[in-house]
Each structure stands twice: as C-alpha cells, then as structure tokens.
C-alpha cells in the first residue's frame, strides 16, 4: 500500500513565522500534490509537482513556495505566516497524471493553527 | 483551474433513505474518480469511471458515468451510518476535486 506521511498532525506558529510542512511517499510516484481545505470549499490546490525540482501553480499559491529536491519528499512553506493560512493541509501524491491519470494518494494531513 | 461542481453541498438523510451527490463538468472528462473522506480522515479513493455511459457497483454505491462525459453521479441504496462522510469527484486529467457533498446520516 501506498504510504504518504506528513511530519505533523497538528502544528501551532505566530504570525510572521517562517513554517515548513514536510511530505514524504514511499512509492516512487512522479507526481506529488499540496492541498488546503476548509469547510465549505472543498479541497484547493497550492501547488504540485510532476518532477524533482518541478513545480507548478495551483489555485492558491499566493503566500506560499514548494520544495521538491528529491523525488520521495515535497515540502510546502509558508513564508511569513499569516491568520487567513489557518487551515488543513493535505499532501498526496500519484503515479501519473494525464488522460490516463492514476488515483491521488493522501497522506493523514496537518492542521495548522496561525496564532 | 478548471472546477468539476457537486450537488448538493450538504444532505441529512434517515438511515435506510438513499443517497445521491452529482459531479458536473463544463468539460469533456478523459475519466471520473471518486473519493470519500470520513469525518477526521484523508479523502479515500473509491473508484474510477472511463468509458461514456459507464456504471460501476460496489455495494450498495452505484457510479455512473454521463455519455457526453461530461457528469457523474454517485448513488448510495440504503444508507448506513457507515456511509457518512464527504463525497468528492475528481475530473480527468485535472487536479482539481469538486466541491464535495458532505452526507449526514440520521441513525
């Protein structure tokens, strides 16, 4: 089975913060996919990533940069942290994306309180 | 991004009642999956629809694929309380899941 780990279950940083989300897979997929959801909007894409050292914009990047220097690993970070980045973030990752896309795998998610 | 809208946004349901959430696209989709996420849970991939006019069982939930393969739609017969969670479609090659039917069950 595909497993998708994200370092915190919960996390609590001030406003300004510099903050890190780490995301690991241990299935060797190519693609690998940073959400954020909050009641009432479903799940919204941040970023994603289809190779190391790839990323793309999603809906909602504003506010926040990606990192991908191996292929296991995707890291969000939240520059400077504000209130309004309160959320649940999601990570997932697949083996490929196209018209023959295979299904997103999610890891447990981190619930991110901006104080 | 492209936006695959669901309906309805929320549904309560009597346990024993069946249960509908639809999947619609301004698009033409390559494929449909679908997910369920538990309350406290990640979104769980449940199933993928291809073909046009395609329907898949497991259960008591019926998948649906429209011919124009531009909708979807998950049907639940019998609800149990098992069954409550968020319910969310994914289109195609896209990244973007709907907006989710979250389903109450009333025991």
């Known amino acids: 089975d595909v497993k998708v780990t994200q370092s915190s279950r919960y996390l609590v940083k001030r406003t300004g913060e510099k903050v890190f989300l780490e995301c690991v897979q241990d299935m060797d997929h190519e693609n690998m996919f940073w959400y954020r959801q909050d009641p009432g909007l479903g799940l919204r894409l941040i970023y994603f990533s289809y190779d190391v050292k790839m990323k793309e914009k999603g809906d909602i990047p504003e506010g926040y940069s990606v990192s991908r220097e191996k292929k296991e690993r995707f890291s969000l970070i939240l520059e400077s942290a504000s209130t309004n980045q309160t959320s649940m973030y999601l990570c997932?990752?697949?083996?490929?994306?196209?018209?023959?896309?295979?299904?997103?795998?999610f890891g447990d998610g981190t619930r991110l309180s901006i104080l | 991004g492209q936006q695959v809208m669901q309906i309805p946004q929320y549904q309560h349901v009597q346990e024993g009642e069946d249960f509908t959430t639809y999947c619609n696209s301004s698009?033409?989709?390559?494929?449909i999956q679908w997910y369920k996420q538990r309350p406290g849970g990640h979104p769980v991939f449940l199933i993928q629809?291809?073909?046009?006019?395609e329907v898949k069982k497991q259960k008591r939930l019926t998948f649906q694929f429209g011919e124009a393969k531009k909708n979807s739609s998950l049907h639940i017969t019998a609800t149990q309380t098992t069954d409550v969670g968020t319910y969310f479609c994914?289109?195609?090659?896209?990244?973007?899941f709907g907006t989710g039917t979250s389903l109450t069950v009333i025991p």
């Open positions: 994914k289109g195609g090659n896209q990244f973007y």
């Open positions: 698009t033409t989709l390559s494929n």
């Open positions: 997932a990752s697949s083996l490929t994306t196209g018209p023959n896309n295979q299904p997103q795998h």
């Open positions: 629809l291809v073909k046009s006019g």
